[in-house]
């Protein structure tokens, strides 16, 4: 809809770039009720799959007030006859839209919705209540968030990691609650002399 709009109102603006990707792989098909019976062995067939990626996009769009220049990019992309995905971007205006960017610069946009897909939607839907009203303070709301992530980053490195075995513990479950019980029933005394760390945290925006 972005870019029928714009299309509407800046005529002659759009730019597309279609790429197009074929690949054979296996072509299975489920076996009869009667080819079981005869113990018939599946066909081994291929076919052929077309992948095709559509960017089109805008570039030089000034804003109502004049002062801020952006761009708009969109990805369609179609495989086996179903599409995959249609996306839209506004880009900044420092960023030059071309046939050499806008792949690279869709991908990152892709992976963004791989960062909400794996990362705020397991904090919310996955056992740490991100959607849950903690506090009505903005800044203590950052806080929470920011405790969130560390504990999902900790969680990961447990999980996928090989720091402590999982499998001992029979399963994931079964570990996050002995840990639970752990940090609830440990008594954490402070050292008589205890060392002077720094601990920084550090996100990369790139």
């Given at each position: 809809q972005w870019i029928?709009?714009?299309?509407?109102?800046?005529?002659?603006?759009?730019?597309?770039?279609?790429?197009?990707?074929k690949?054979?792989?296996?072509?299975?098909?489920?076996?009869?009720?009667?080819?079981?019976?005869?113990?018939?062995k599946p066909k081994n067939e291929r076919r052929r799959v077309v992948k095709t990626t559509e960017y089109k996009w805008i570039t030089n769009l000034r804003?109502?007030?004049q002062r801020r220049i952006f761009n708009v990019l969109k990805c369609k992309e179609t495989q086996d006859g179903r599409q995959n995905c249609d996306y839209t971007w506004l880009v900044s205006g420092g960023l030059n839209l071309g046939e050499s960017t806008v792949r690279p610069l869709a991908r990152a946009g892709?992976?963004?919705?791989?960062?909400?897909?794996?990362?705020?939607?397991?904090?919310?839907?996955?056992?740490?209540?991100?959607?849950?009203?903690?506090?009505?303070?903005?800044?203590?709301?950052k806080i929470w968030h920011a405790l969130i992530n560390i504990a999902h980053t900790i969680n990961q490195l447990i999980e996928r990691g090989s720091l402590i075995a999982v499998r001992s513990f029979g399963s994931l479950r079964d570990f996050s609650q002995r840990l639970f019980e752990h940090f609830r029933y440990l008594v954490f005394e402070k050292p008589p002399h205890p060392p002077r760390i720094q601990i920084r945290l550090c996100w990369d925006s790139s």
């Open positions: 029928e709009m714009i299309k509407r109102r800046f005529p002659g603006m759009e730019k597309t770039l279609i790429d197009e990707e690949k054979d792989i296996e072509a299975r098909h489920s076996r009869s009720h009667s080819d079981r019976l005869v113990r018939a804003h109502w007030d892709r992976c963004r919705w791989k960062i909400e897909n794996e990362g705020n939607n397991t904090q919310k839907n996955e056992g740490y209540r991100l959607e849950h009203l903690y506090s009505r303070d903005e800044v203590s709301m």
